[in-house]
């Protein structure tokens, strides 16, 4: 069935394919929704594409305005790191001390770790979780509250400039000048694929431009408590941009309180039209495809100084959690921390108790 046409131009489409796993088939797509209103934001329901009926875009003149739909990703999910080894003993560490608990042997790999329940804030997990470090496109975790904050037009289009290429670091995107893309899309895509010149773009067409929207997200951190913080551009690939796990865990159970962020940051992926190309865009952290996680908000990142590094809130064991992985070396590592943390938390409700609090 075709779908309205919207009034940046952008026709939307929704397909799910058959034969994959609810977990995994169930997609977002930007095209019927519900108005709702949160965190003072007025913002739209994304509808989810449940259904097999397949649509198709009206032919006509190709637009250079990108169009959206949901698909399901192809990849399979990574094992996500070594076999757990139970043991009698669990080990965190606090302060450069280790404190030894119950059921079996956490062994984090990340520079810096950082588990929290997030209703009570009780720390569970924690491995130089005050140092100062770049933090790379978990930047774009404040990018996103920070436009979110402003109450924006959703649904204006925006234009990807020059001033928006990646000339420090030379980072890819298929967004080419001269896209236009709805303020919708651009901020499902900085924070589903990490996409810096949306990200940029986003920061760019703030009032005031980007250096209001900069100094937005440093008064946003101190508004937060995040006193070990501070931004300098909107996408993470400055090396300026730094924080602590603590003070990421206080922006992470921010963020969640914006269902929009939750919404875009835990979509699998989408199909989009750009320039008259269809392109696929994969969520960044593989994890939130997998049947066996339950994750509400998800954000990776990645430069050299930085290194990998992840933020999640997720229920584990039912227990809502935050979860903050920095600096971590390998291309898997991130992913197999997370996956130990869930093991281990499990493994501990299993035998009828959750960790200790360190």
């Not at 946003?220 to 300026?240: C, E």
């Not at 290194?307 to 039912?318: E, I, S």
């Amino acid at each position: 069935m075709a779908q309205k046409a919207r009034p940046a131009g952008t026709a939307v489409r929704s397909a799910v394919p058959r034969g994959k796993p609810a977990a995994v088939a169930e997609q977002r797509s930007i095209g019927t929704r519900a108005e709702r209103k949160t965190s003072g934001v007025r913002t739209e329901q994304l509808a989810r594409a449940g259904d097999k009926a397949k649509s198709r875009n009206e032919k006509g003149k190709p637009s250079t305005v990108a169009s959206i739909r949901g698909f399901a990703p192809q990849r399979a999910v990574a094992s996500g790191g070594q076999a757990y080894q139970k043991k009698n003993l669990t080990r965190a560490v606090a302060g450069g001390a280790d404190v030894w608990q119950e059921t079996g042997q956490l062994a984090v790999h990340s520079g810096s770790a950082l588990v929290i329940g997030q209703d009570a804030g009780e720390l569970l997990y924690e491995k130089n979780a005050n140092a100062v470090v770049p933090i790379a496109s978990i930047t774009k975790v404040m990018t996103a509250m920070v436009v979110l904050d402003s109450m924006p037009n959703l649904q204006a289009p925006i234009s990807i400039g020059d001033e928006d290429v990646d000339y420090l670091r030379g980072s890819r995107s298929r967004l080419g000048v001269g896209t236009v893309i709805t303020r919708e899309t651009a901020l499902l895509l900085a924070l589903m694929s990490s996409e810096n010149r949306a990200s940029h773009a986003l920061a760019r067409h703030y009032p005031g431009g980007l250096q209001a929207f900069v100094a937005a997200m440093n008064r946003k951190a101190a508004s937060l408590g995040m006193a070990h913080t501070r931004f300098d551009d909107p996408t993470g690939l400055s090396s300026n941009n730094v924080s602590t796990a603590h003070d990421l865990a206080r922006m992470v159970a921010a963020a969640h309180r914006y269902p929009l962020i939750r919404e875009f940051s835990t979509t699998p992926g989408v199909r989009a039209e750009v320039k008259g190309r269809e392109l696929d865009f994969h969520n960044t952290n593989q994890l939130v495809s997998s049947p066996t996680w339950e994750i509400g908000l998800s954000k990776t990142g990645y430069i050299q100084e930085a290194g990998k590094c992840l933020v999640m809130q997720a229920r584990v064991a039912d227990k809502p959690v935050v979860i903050v992985l920095l600096d971590s070396a390998g291309k898997q590592t991130r992913i197999g921390d997370a996956n130990r943390i869930k093991r281990w938390m499990e493994s501990a409700s299993a035998a009828g108790r959750l960790p200790t609090p360190v």
